[in-house]
C-alpha cells in the first residue's frame, strides 16, 4: 500500500514538473478532454475518440516520433513508457507536444511547422517569405506532414501536406514542391518560379512536330494512283531443238565421212606391203 502511495505521489510531482511553466500564468488552466489514440489507431483518418481525464490540473498530450503521432490523451494516463520517453533529453526522434485546455492537442508539434501562406493575402508570400513566422500543422492521419510551395496562375501559395494523396500530387506537379520540417524548420521559404507556360509551349511544339511527322508519313504512306498495263500472258515458247543447220561444221563431217573412208582404202591400196614388194 505504501508503495502504490510513493508511485502515486511521483507521478503527481512529475506531471507539476511539466506544469509548472504553464501555471506561472495569472490564472490557471486545465484539461477536461483530451483527443485519444494509441498506435496504430492514431493513422486512422476515420478514428476519432476522446479521453476524460481524471484529474483537475491535468493537460493533453500528443506524441510524435519521427514525424508520426503515435500517441495523443490525457498526460497523466498517457502510461510510463510514453511520459519517460517525452521527460527524456537523450530522445531526438520524439516530439511530445503539450497543451492545457480542452481537447486542445489537435495540432502537431512546434518541430512540424511550415510556412502557411497566399501571396493574394500576403505579399510576403511571394516576395519575402522569410519574414513570415511558421505555424503548427495540423496532425497527419495517414503519413506524416511535410511541407509544400506551389505556384498556379502566378499565385504562390505555402502550407501543410497531411494526406499521402496530397502528397502525391504535389509531387507529380512540376510548380509544386515538397520538403520535410525535420530536416530543416520552416523549409518551404523557396522562391518559386511557374514553369506551365515553358511546358506548354514546349508541348505545343511537341505536338507540332509529331502532327508533322504524321502528316509526312501519311503522305509517303499513301498508295501510288499510277497503273501499270499488264500484256496478255502468252504460251511459253518452245526450246529450239539442237538440229544442225544445214551449213554448220558439224553436217559438213557427217556428210564427208564416206569420202575419207573410201580415201583410206585407197591408200591402203596402193601403199600396202605387197604393193611396194610388187614394184621391185
Not at 519521427?66 to 520524439?94: F, I, P, Y
Request: negative net charge; hydrophobic residues 25%.
Amino acid at each position: 500500500m505504501l508503495n502504490g502511495s510513493v508511485s502515486m505521489l511521483t507521478r503527481k510531482c512529475a506531471i507539476l514538473c511539466i506544469l509548472y511553466p504553464l501555471l506561472q500564468a495569472p490564472f490557471v488552466l486545465a484539461s477536461d478532454s483530451c483527443f485519444y489514440c494509441r498506435g496504430i489507431n492514431c493513422q486512422r483518418s476515420s478514428y476519432q475518440a476522446t479521453e476524460q481525464c481524471v484529474d483537475q490540473l491535468d493537460a493533453c498530450v500528443s506524441v510524435f516520433e519521427g514525424g508520426m503521432v503515435k500517441a495523443q490523451g490525457c498526460l497523466e494516463l498517457l502510461g510510463d513508457s510514453w511520459r519517460e520517453r517525452c521527460e527524456s533529453e537523450h530522445n531526438t526522434q520524439l516530439q511530445c507536444e503539450i497543451c492545457v485546455s480542452t481537447n486542445c492537442n489537435n495540432v502537431s508539434s512546434s518541430q512540424l511547422s511550415c510556412l502557411q501562406c497566399q501571396d493574394i493575402q500576403d505579399d510576403r508570400c511571394r516576395t519575402a517569405p522569410e519574414q513570415l513566422v511558421p505555424q503548427s500543422c495540423g496532425i497527419a492521419r495517414n503519413g506524416r506532414s511535410l511541407c509544400y510551395a506551389s505556384i498556379k496562375d502566378q499565385q504562390v501559395e505555402r502550407g501543410c501536406s497531411l494526406t499521402i494523396s496530397e502528397q502525391i500530387s504535389c509531387l507529380a506537379n512540376p510548380n509544386c514542391q515538397l520538403c520535410d520540417p525535420l530536416d530543416m524548420p520552416h523549409c518551404n521559404g523557396q522562391q518559386l518560379e511557374e514553369t506551365a507556360e515553358i511546358t506548354s509551349t514546349s508541348t505545343s511544339s511537341s505536338t507540332s512536330t509529331s502532327s508533322s511527322t504524321s502528316t509526312s508519313t501519311s503522305t509517303s504512306a499513301t498508295p501510288s494512283t499510277t497503273t501499270t498495263t499488264q500484256s496478255p500472258t502468252e504460251p511459253p515458247t518452245p526450246t529450239p531443238t539442237t538440229t544442225p543447220k544445214p551449213d554448220s561444221a558439224q553436217s559438213l563431217w557427217s556428210k564427208n565421212i564416206p569420202i575419207l573412208l573410201v580415201a583410206l582404202q585407197l591408200i591402203r591400196y596402193f601403199y600396202g606391203p605387197n604393193k611396194l614388194l610388187y614394184k621391185k
